[in-house]
Nanobody
Framework: QVQLVESGGGSVQSGGFLRLSCAAS????????LAWVRQAPGKEREGVAT???????NYAASVRGRFTISHDNAKNTLYLQMNDLKPEDTAMYYC?????????????????????WGQGTQVTVSS
């Protein structure tokens, strides 16, 4: 059974940083797309970043240059380093996965067509 468990959320001031983690377990596919998705109150879910099994990454324009997605194969853990946080980054952040992945990371970033989701971790940025 696939499980995605997020951690690392919290409250920071504008300009601060946080690192989110997503511990993944229960799968063995060679091709996958892991991702971070966020949802702010009253808004639709938004793709933040993707990490494909061959190492390619993709980012939403709103976070490019500030956020970095990475994956530790040994620990099977996905990370999101978030720097220069802004109040508009406030949201529930979800780890998501397409297992196996049939399409590109760009497709998943736009479509959010993931078959596994974590429970989410809250990030709050105050001005």
């Amino acid at each position: 059974q696939v499980q995605l468990v997020e951690s690392g959320g919290g409250s920071v001031q504008s300009g601060g940083f946080l690192r989110l983690s997503c511990a993944a377990s229960g799968y063995s596919w060679d091709t996958y797309c892991l991702a971070w998705v966020r949802q702010a109150p009253g808004k639709e879910r938004e793709g933040v970043a993707t990490f494909e099994s061959h190492g390619e990454t993709n980012y939403a324009a709103s976070v490019r240059g500030r956020f970095t997605i990475s994956h530790d194969n040994a620990k099977n853990t996905l990370y999101l380093q978030m720097n220069d946080l802004k109040p508009e980054d406030t949201a529930m952040y979800y780890c998501a996965a397409a297992l196996p992945a049939h399409y590109s990371g760009r497709y998943y970033l736009r479509s959010l067509d993931y078959n596994y989701w974590g429970q989410g971790t809250q990030v709050t940025v105050s001005s």
